[in-house]
């Protein structure tokens, strides 16, 4: 439920101006999603959200940048579901094998990502190789990975 209200605000935050944590709240009710302006104001932090310029001296709710690695980890883990087939790793570099074709898209999903200890990704047909800093980040990144499949 949680989740599906924060899916419903940036679509919400996307679709329209939205400069008020009330008008927020009113347009969830509209679309079915109950809450109170406490919630919404969870949400907002948890999402990341920030006033932008609207123009005309007026602000709107907007995703930060920060905001928008949360929205693509949501997509990664929907690639992930979808095609990974088995991950592994030794010393500082994770293997992911994917079904054919999909390792671009994995690679990218990943590169997207900005994680600070990912040096860089190589992808072929059926195979991402990542390079990551250490054999510490590497572990956690497989353990990381291997849980989204689950």
Same mark, same amino acid.
């Given at each position: #439920? ?5 899916? #419903?605000?940036?679509? &919400?935050?996307?679709?329209? !101006?939205?400069e008020t944590q009330e008008q927020?709240? =009113? ?6 999603? /109950? @809450?109170?302006?406490?919630? $919404? ?8 959200? !920030?006033?932008?310029?609207? @123009? ?7 995703? =930060?940048?920060?905001?928008?690695? &949360? ?11 979808? /095609? ?9 570099? !994770?293997? $992911?094998?994917? #079904? ?5 898209? +994995? ?7 900005? $994680? ?6 190589? +992808? @072929? ?5 990542? $390079? ?6 590497? +572990?956690?990144?497989a353990t990381s990975v291997k849980s989204m499949l689950r």
């Amino acid at each position: #439920m949680k989740n599906d209200r924060q899916k #419903m605000i940036l679509d &919400i935050i996307a679709q329209e !101006v939205v400069e008020t944590q009330e008008q927020l709240l =009113s347009l969830l009710q509209e679309r079915g999603f /109950s @809450g109170t302006q406490a919630t $919404i104001s969870r949400d907002i932090k948890q999402l990341h959200l !920030v006033k932008a310029p609207a @123009g005309q001296g007026k602000y709107r709710y907007a995703v =930060s940048d920060h905001g928008a690695k &949360i929205h693509v980890a949501d997509k990664l883990q929907t690639i992930f579901r979808e /095609s990974i087939v088995n991950v592994d790793y030794a010393q500082n570099l !994770v293997v $992911i094998h994917t #079904m054919s074709g999909l390792a671009n898209g +994995a690679a990218a999903a990943l590169d997207g990502m900005n $994680i600070d200890q990912l040096l860089g990704t190589l +992808a @072929g047909d059926d195979t991402v190789l990542l $390079i990551m800093r250490n054999s510490e980040s590497a +572990a956690e990144l497989a353990t990381s990975v291997k849980s989204m499949l689950r």
